[in-house]
Antibody
Framework: QVQLQQSGPGLVKPSQTLSLTCAIS??????????WNWIRQSPSRGLEWLGR?????????DYAVSVNSRITITPDTSKNQFSLQLNSVTPEDTAVYYC???????????????WGQGTLVTVSS | EIVLTQSPATLSLSPGERATLSCRAS??????LAWYQQKPGQAPRLLIY???NRATGIPARFSGSGSGTDFTLTISSLEPEDFAVYYC???????????FGQGTKLEIK
């Protein structure tokens, strides 16, 4: 089973960049059979998928339309982890952020199977 | 964008009773529908994927059914640890994205 361990700051100032990392154990970020996702949860927006990175002979990224202009998800093969950067944050980006894997149990990648522990990120000056 | 609508918003039942939770999609999602359980302070846990397949380690009292636009999660006999919030989720191929329902809170009566 894949285990995901999140790290990163819990407080970010408005207009700055939110950065979180998700360390993977039990699998490789470079596997051809999984995708690596970021999701957030807030009372106002519920559960919201933000984007993913995955390797299929080369690296691909997909991002949600709502954050497409501000988000970058990056794999780090040397550390077997992937990272989220969200630029120009506002208080509306305050949420619990989760990383999650997909594609190992549901082969079509239709479910988010293993989750990190979550990180509450507050955007405030 | 496909919208998932869950009902009821809150379900009040007693241990031992049967729970039936509904998820309706605004357009067909074939069988690409998953269910999650979330307890306070925890990440969501995958229960059911592709409408009716239990994830690893999920007890047999949890079952999923449906296809197209109407889906059901059934808990055959509620245990005390089953009281939580339940979410449905679907994935589209294009644009590639996951979307979630707003959740059903299953509370002890």
């Amino acid at each position: 089973q894949v285990q995901l361990q999140q790290s990163g700051p819990g407080l970010v100032k408005p207009s700055q960049t939110l950065s979180l990392t998700c360390a993977i154990s039990g699998d490789s970020v470079s596997t051809n059979s999984a995708t690596w996702n970021w999701i957030r949860q807030s009372p106002s927006r519920g559960l919201e998928w933000l984007g993913r990175t995955y390797y299929r002979s080369k690296w691909y990224n997909d991002y949600a339309v709502s954050v497409n202009s501000r988000i970058t998800i990056t794999p780090d093969t040397s550390k077997n982890q992937f990272s989220l950067q969200l630029n120009s944050v506002t208080p509306e980006d305050t949420a619990v952020y989760y990383c999650a894997s997909s594609g190992k149990i549901a082969a079509a990648g239709t479910a988010l199977e293993d989750w990190g522990q979550g990180t509450l990120v507050t955007v405030s000056s | 964008e496909i919208v998932l609508t869950q009902s009821p918003a809150t379900l009040s039942l007693s241990p031992g009773e049967r729970a039936t939770l509904s998820c309706r999609a605004s357009q067909s999602v074939n069988s690409y529908l998953a269910w999650y359980q979330q307890k306070p302070g925890q990440a969501p846990r995958l229960l059911i994927y592709d409408a009716s397949n239990r994830a690893t380690g999920i007890p047999a009292r949890f079952s999923g059914s449906g296809s197209g636009t109407d889906f059901t999660l059934t808990i055959s006999s509620l245990e005390p640890e089953d009281f939580a919030v339940y979410y449905c989720q679907q994935r589209t191929n294009w644009p590639p994205m996951f979307t979630f329902g707003q959740g059903t809170k299953l509370e002890i009566k």
